[in-house]
């Protein structure tokens, strides 16, 4: 079962910040929060992933809070091609089977 | 950088009848997976490889699914015999192992094949 809760969709204005939450209320000490995304008909995407430190690379941005109970990936000018599920996924390095867990998601629409 | 390669697109058959899927994952890559998404929900891991390995399997339907990657490279999935509820898109992913250091590399995936059974 996923260890991340998502609220199931949300909008966003084209050309704002999309700022997308995640709870992992259960995370663990050695377990980083990883964010795919899947457009329509596509295989899911890649984002970004972090231990505790926020990042930022050219696609987006994750803030992780302190306590590391939840992140929020950031998308800083939206466009229309974002719109796609977005997946906030939590896992452990090293053991070998590395299998993303997929929940859901959250449905990011971007409203033109 | 050529990316996951899959084939078919797109497969309808009939129940009880069987299917295969090919997977062509990125050069260089020893990891390879099979995900199963029904429409709705996420992907969900069918099995792993590492070269011509199983590393987990432990979520494919054993009876009537079955996986190969005889030379570590190219993998084929096969369901014999097919149900209604196989119906879902089969993802194929790859990436490159984990380091030393216990780094998890992303997961590349391919464009996946739709099955319809009917």
């Known amino acids: 079962d996923a260890k991340t809760t998502q609220p199931p969709s949300m909008d966003c204005a084209e050309g704002r910040a999309a700022n997308l939450p995640c709870n992992h209320s259960?995370?663990?000490?050695?377990?980083?929060v990883y964010w795919y995304r899947q457009i329509h008909s596509q295989g899911p995407q890649y984002i970004i992933h972090?231990?505790?430190n926020n990042e930022t690379n050219e696609m987006a941005s994750l803030i992780i809070t302190e306590d590391r109970k939840s992140s929020t990936l950031i998308l800083p000018h939206a466009t229309l091609r974002d719109t796609a599920v977005y997946y906030c996924i939590v896992r452990a390095p090293g053991g070998g089977a590395d299998g993303l867990t997929f929940g859901k998601g959250t449905h990011l629409i971007i409203q033109p | 950088e050529a990316g996951v390669a899959q084939s078919p697109r797109y497969k309808i058959i009939e129940k009880r009848q069987s299917v295969a899927f090919w997977c062509n994952p990125i050069s260089g890559h020893a990891t390879l997976y099979w995900y199963q998404q029904i429409l709705g929900q996420g992907p969900k891991l069918l099995i792993q490889f590492q070269n011509n390995g199983v590393v987990d399997d432990s979520q494919l339907p054993k009876d009537r699914f079955s996986a190969e990657r005889l030379k570590g490279v190219d993998s084929t999935l096969k369901i014999q015999p097919a149900k209604l509820e196989d119906s879902a898109v089969y993802l194929c992913?790859?990436?490159?192992?984990?380091?030393?250091?216990?780094?998890?590399?992303?997961?590349?995936f391919g464009p996946g094949t739709r099955l319809t059974v009917l």
């Open positions: 259960t995370i663990s000490g050695n377990e980083y």
């Open positions: 972090g231990l505790k």
């Open positions: 992913a790859s990436s490159l192992p984990p380091s030393r250091g216990g780094y998890e590399h992303e997961q590349f």
